[in-house]
T-cell receptor, first 112, second 112 residues
Framework: DAEITQSPRHKITETGRQVTLACHQTWNHNNMFWYRQDLGHGLRLIHYSYGVQDTNKGEVSDGYSVSRSNTEDLPLTLESAASSQTSVYFC???????????FGQGTRLTVV | QKEVEQDPGPLSVPEGAIVSLNCTYSNSAFQYFMWYRQYSRKGPELLMYTYSSGNKEDGRFTAQVDKSSKYISLFIRDSQPSDSATYLCAMSEGSSASKIIFGSGTRLSIRP
């Protein structure tokens, strides 16, 4: 079965460190997304990609970057982790031209 | 004011009851409406997807959209303990998942 997997599921890191969260999908979807979920804010879009070599900023992109070198993967990098980036991060993918997104299981990141 | 408002709950009902979950929104350009279910420590999963106004039924679930009132609802009939989860409404203007706006979620608990 096609799926979308995130790793690691949990991570604790120190302020100022660079952190990369992995996302891999086997749906063969062109569109991939990164969200963060915080209490009271729901899901907020960080970055998204419509295909290989395409990346776009979302609502809360400051301090984050992504790169898309193939269809399956969209890693999210926190350049210099801050305590405000403690959150649960979700990767998602969708077919081109479709609004429905399919989500991974999430990565719980704690910045201390 | 948020574009999408959703009562955070928690909402607790006895098993077998009819559950009504609601969202209001301010952007009249929204055309695509979705409901996601999120179990604790899991990623959101798409439950219902509707376009424009009207009703859509899938088993025990009915999604209702009233664009004139900017109000959407999800009804769950014969609720089961396994329905206990957080329900997120989501909506977008176009068919692109990059423009989805999520509600903050309603936590639902079904008492056996």
């Amino acid at each position: 079965d096609a799926e979308i997997t995130q790793s690691p599921r949990h991570k604790i890191t120190e302020t100022g460190r660079q952190v990369t969260l992995a996302c891999h999908q086997t749906w063969n979807h062109n569109n991939m997304f990164w969200y963060r979920q915080d209490l009271g804010h729901g899901l907020r879009l960080i970055h998204y990609s419509y295909g290989v070599q395409d990346t776009n900023k979302g609502e809360v992109s400051d301090g984050y970057s992504v790169s898309r070198s193939n269809t399956e993967d969209l890693p999210l990098t926190l350049e210099s982790a801050a305590s405000s980036q403690t959150s649960v991060y979700f990767c998602a993918s969708s077919e081109s031209g479709r609004a429905e997104a399919f989500f991974g299981q999430g990565t719980r990141l704690t910045v201390v | 004011q948020k574009e999408v408002e959703q009562d955070p709950g928690p909402l607790s009902v006895p098993e077998g009851a009819i559950v009504s979950l609601n969202c209001t929104y301010s952007n009249s350009a929204f055309q695509y409406f979705m409901w996601y279910r999120q179990y604790s420590r899991k990623g959101p999963e798409l439950l219902m997807y509707t376009y424009s106004s009207g009703n859509k039924e899938d088993g025990r679930f009915t999604a209702q959209v009233d664009k004139s009132s900017k109000y959407i609802s999800l009804f769950i009939r014969d609720s089961q303990p396994s329905d206990s989860a957080t329900y997120l409404c989501a909506m977008s203007e176009g068919s692109s998942a990059s423009k989805i706006i999520f509600g903050s979620g309603t936590r639902l608990s079904i008492r056996p």
